[in-house]
Nanobody, 123 residues
Framework: QVQLVESGGGLVQAGGSLRLSCVAS????????IGWFRQAPGKEREFVAS????????YYADSVKGRFTISRENAKNTGYLQMNSLKPEDTAVYYC????????????????WGQGTQVTVSS
């Protein structure tokens, strides 16, 4: 079992930045691929970014490429999502997830989920 807790969400103006954190407890953090997903009101949850076990590879949705950066510190059991140049369309609840399956862009590849943190970007 892995427990995930996200933090760092909030209200920010368009063009601003936020850094989300995902702290894990339970099993060895480095054994899992970490993904970030988001869900806007009335929309399906969508893939944002993921990072492999030791951070050797990262993947991004086209909508956030060049603006968001995913990273992890296995020694701290923590994953991060640095979000820059935020847009109103980035407004959503952001979820951290951990898993070992592929494809990494699919929700079903992740076994464990956090409770989510709200990000609101005002225009």
């Amino acid at each position: 079992q892995v427990q995930l807790v996200e933090s760092g969400g909030g209200l920010v103006q368009a063009g601003g930045s936020l850094r989300l954190s995902c702290v894990a407890s339970g099993q060895t953090f480095s054994r899992y691929i970490i993904g970030w997903f988001r869900q806007a009101p009335g929309k399906e949850r969508e893939f944002v970014a993921s990072i492999m076990y030791s951070g050797e590879s990262t993947y991004y949705a086209d909508s956030v490429k060049g603006r968001f950066t995913i990273s992890r510190e296995n020694a701290k059991n923590t994953g991060y999502l640095q979000m820059n140049s935020l847009k109103p369309e980035d407004t959503a609840v952001y979820y951290c997830a951990a898993g070992n399956a592929v494809p990494i862009i699919k929700m079903g590849s992740y076994n464990y989920w956090g409770q989510g943190t709200q990000v609101t970007v005002s225009s």
